[in-house]
T-cell receptor, first 114, second 118 residues
Framework: GAVVSQHPSRVICKSGTSVKIECRSLDFQATTMFWYRQFPKQSLMLMATSNEGSKATYEQGVEKDKFLINHASLTLSTLTVTSAHPEDSSFYIC??????????FGSGTRLTVV | AQTVTQSQPEMSVQEAETVTLSCTYDTSESDYYLFWYKQPPSRQMILVIRQEAYKQQNATENRFSVNFQKAAKSFSLKISDSQLGDAAMYFCAYRSAFVGGATNKLIFGTGTLLAVQP
């Protein structure tokens, strides 16, 4: 089946630094990648949708300059949290869409900003 | 805009018993997809079942089945013979059937935390 590899699974960073999260589709080409944020015991909140080779579409209220998304190839999308602050601490999940496999989710990244 | 509502924040079921999780949605579209996802403590999202709105027959996957009522915009999940491994957060989700761009996104409900008692 389709697999999306998300790294790192956990990261702790200092306030003011930037963190990059990668999602790779291992055996299929993901024309569309979705990035979500999830707080404990809450639902997934869609942050942005990215299509390969084009700019990401951000949801209302999501700062595009803070959460940089790059989808440079059909198998790789990255989310960079710039100048991270403690309030950015959360669980981030990516999901790749393939018309044959449907939605495949990464295993998530727990970000802690100290 | 489409919305998905799960009115049961938490549910509990005895092992081997049956439990039904509720989901309602609001849309003006006639063609769409509905999903139930499971998120265990590992937080990996797992597809449980999927329903296409144009299909009248309710989807089933082993112990999991849905009751899809299109007119009522209801999409409940029934878990039969509950097992300890079914304990998880369950999310109902909606997707437009139109292809392309932002319409491909999944719209999630707020989730139902299911506990399975031994």
């Amino acid at each position: 089946g389709a697999v999306v590899s998300q790294h790192p699974s956990r990261v702790i960073c200092k306030s003011g630094t930037s963190v990059k999260i990668e999602c790779r589709s291992l055996d299929f080409q993901a024309t569309t990648m979705f990035w979500y944020r999830q707080f404990p015991k809450q639902s997934l909140m869609l942050m942005a949708t990215s299509n390969e080779g084009s700019k990401a579409t951000y949801e209302q209220g999501v700062e595009k300059d803070k959460f940089l998304i790059n989808h440079a190839s059909l198998t790789l999308s990255t989310l960079t949290v710039t100048s991270a602050h403690p309030e950015d601490s959360s669980f981030y999940i990516c999901s790749a869409l393939d018309l044959d496999y449907g939605y495949t989710f990464g295993s998530g990244t727990r970000l802690t900003v100290v | 805009a489409q919305t998905v509502t799960q009115s049961q924040p938490e549910m509990s079921v005895q092992e081997a018993e049956t439990v039904t999780l509720s989901c309602t949605y609001d849309t003006s579209e006639s063609d769409y997809y509905l999903f139930w996802y499971k998120q265990p403590p590992s937080r990996q999202m797992i597809l449980v079942i999927r329903q296409e709105a144009y299909k009248q027959q309710n989807a089933t996957e082993n112990r999991f089945s849905v009751n899809f009522q299109k007119a009522a915009k209801s999409f409940s999940l029934k878990i039969s013979d509950s097992q300890l491994g079914d304990a998880a957060m369950y999310f109902c989700a909606y997707r437009s059937a139109f292809v392309g761009g932002a319409t491909n996104k999944l719209i999630f409900g707020t989730g139902t935390l299911l506990a399975v008692q031994p």
